[in-house]
C-alpha cells in the first residue's frame, strides 16, 4: 500500500497493527487524532481522501484488535481517552463512500474514561473476552470492563508504563516503566509478584511474554547505548537477566519484540532499521536465525 499517511507523532506505540484480516495504522489527520483501517487484501495506491476512524480530540497513540471478535478495535489516545471502534461488515478502505463519492468516516462505539493523561498504549486480554489494558502518563495500568465502560483494576507504578503483556493464561501482567524496572502483577489480586532493575539505559524499553512459559524478553539499551535484549524468569525477576543481557547493535531505534509461541521464535523490529530479526528461544537461550531486509 503506496501514500499512507502515517502518523508522525514522536510518541513510542506501535504505530500499526494487524490481526490478520485488517491493518490499522494511526494516521496524520488535521481536526483530531484518527486512524484508518485497511483490509489486507487491499493493495495499491491509497486514495487521496480515505475513511477514517474520528471521534477523538487528540492524536491516536495506540490500537488494538479484539482476539475475540475480528471487527472490533480500540484505540488509546492524547485525549485521555479510550476508544472502542467497530469495523463496518463488507468494509473497503477505498470504497467506503457515501453517493457523492466522499469517504464515510467511522464514529466510535463508545468511550472508556479513567485516565487523567494520555493514554499510550492498549492492550486486549487474552483469554477473558471485553477486559482490556490501558497504560497511562498518570503512572497507572487500567483493566476494563468493555461492554460497562468501568475500570475494575487500577494498578499503580511509579512512572510512566512504556510497555505491557500479559501471560498466556491471562492470570499475569508484565510491564516496564520509565523507573527502569521489569515487573509482573497477580491481576486478581492487584499486587506485585516479582520486580526488579532492567535495562540501565534512557531510552525507553519493552517487554513480552514468552508464549505459554514463564519467561519473559525485554528489549531496551544500556548506559552506552548498545541495544540489548534480556530474557528473565517471571516470577524471579530480582534474581537478574538469564544468561546476561544479548547485544544486537549500537543503532537508536527503539526494539519491538514480538513472540511466535508456535514456532518459538522471537522477532525484533527496530524503528527506522529496514529489517527484521529472527532469534530462536530455546533452553533459556536465543539461537539468532536470520533476519529480513525490507
Not at 472502542?84 to 473497503?92: A, G
Amino acid at each position: 500500500m503506496k501514500k499512507l499517511k502515517v502518523t508522525n507523532n514522536a510518541w513510542d506505540s506501535n504505530l500499526l497493527k494487524t490481526n490478520g484480516k485488517f491493518i490499522a495504522v494511526n494516521w496524520n489527520a488535521s481536526g483530531g487524532g484518527a486512524f484508518a483501517v485497511i483490509p489486507i487484501e487491499e493493495v495499491g495506491k491509497a486514495p487521496d481522501q480515505v475513511p477514517l476512524f474520528r471521534g477523538h480530540t487528540a492524536q491516536v497513540l495506540d490500537t488494538d484488535f479484539d482476539p475475540f471478535n475480528d471487527h472490533r478495535i480500540a484505540s488509546g489516545s492524547d485525549d485521555s481517552k479510550i476508544g472502542i471502534w467497530d469495523i463496518p461488515e463488507n468494509y473497503k478502505f477505498h470504497d467506503h463512500v457515501d453517493e457523492d463519492g466522499e469517504p464515510i468516516d467511522i464514529k466510535p462505539v463508545k468511550f472508556l474514561t479513567g485516565h487523567a493523561r494520555k493514554v499510550g498504549h492498549v492492550l486486549y486480554h487474552p483469554v477473558a473476552e471485553n477486559v482490556l489494558a490501558s497504560s497511562s502518563g498518570d503512572y497507572t495500568v487500567k483493566l476494563w470492563n468493555v461492554e460497562t465502560g468501568k475500570d475494575m483494576i487500577t494498578l499503580k507504578h511509579p512512572d510512566m508504563v512504556t510497555s505491557m503483556s500479559f501471560s498466556y493464561d491471562g492470570n499475569y501482567l508484565a510491564t516496564v516503566a520509565r523507573d527502569k524496572k521489569l515487573r509482573v502483577w497477580n491481576i486478581r489480586e492487584e499486587k506485585i509478584v516479582s520486580e526488579g532493575p532492567a535495562h540501565t539505559g534512557a531510552k525507553n524499553q519493552r517487554v513480552v511474554w514468552l508464549g505459554n512459559s514463564d519467561r519473559l524478553a525485554t528489549t531496551g539499551f544500556s548506559k552506552l547505548s548498545d541495544r540489548q535484549i534480556g530474557i528473565w524468569d517471571a516470577f524471579n525477576i530480582e534474581k537478574g537477566d538469564l544468561g546476561g543481557f544479548y547485544t544486537v547493535d549500537q543503532s537508536s531505534g527503539i526494539l519491538m519484540p514480538f513472540y511466535d509461541e508456535g514456532n518459538k521464535i522471537l522477532y525484533l523490529v527496530g524503528k527506522g532499521d529496514g529489517n527484521i530479526r529472527y532469534y530462536e528461544f530455546q533452553n533459556d537461550e536465543l539461537f539468532e536465525l536470520s533476519e529480513f531486509q525490507s
